[in-house]
Nanobody
Framework: QVRLVESGGGLVQAGGSLRLSCAAS????????MAWFRQAPGKEREFVAW????????LYTGSVKGRFTMSRDNAKNTVYLQMNSLKPEDTAVYYC????????????????????WGQGTQVTVSS
């Protein structure tokens, strides 16, 4: 019932910035957490960032730590991913996803821990 829609992707040169948004609509929405994943052609979907809905604490994969910042606006049912110092290897389709409840330890980075998923937004970083 709940639908997630990403926006904000586009084409940017290396070193530039983009801000992605993911808005939830269509029903009751109170996740345990939200996450961003990305998927490049021919690659598996990769964990990027995670945020607790309750307290805003975050986790990041090592390759984006210090460059990306995830945040949320509970009143707007929206999460954001601020991406700075972008690199060509950041090129991918970026997806947001909801985590309904606390998962077993060590599964936050696995796609199976999340439902629903957005349709994705393309981020292309040129060199």
């Amino acid at each position: 019932q709940v639908r997630l829609v990403e926006s904000g992707g586009g084409l940017v040169q290396a070193g530039g910035s983009l801000r992605l948004s993911c808005a939830a609509s269509g029903g009751f929405f109170r996740p345990y957490a939200m996450a961003w994943f990305r998927q490049a052609p021919g690659k598996e979907r990769e964990f990027v960032a995670w945020i607790s809905w309750r307290d805003g604490s975050t986790l990041y994969t090592g390759s984006v730590k210090g460059r990306f910042t995830m945040s949320r606006d509970n009143a707007k049912n929206t999460v954001y991913l601020q991406m700075n110092s972008l690199k060509p290897e950041d090129t991918a389709v970026y997806y947001c996803a909801g985590q309904a409840r606390a998962a077993h330890s060590g599964t936050y980075y696995q796609t199976g821990a999340y439902d629903p998923w957005g349709q994705g937004t393309q981020v292309t970083v040129s060199s």
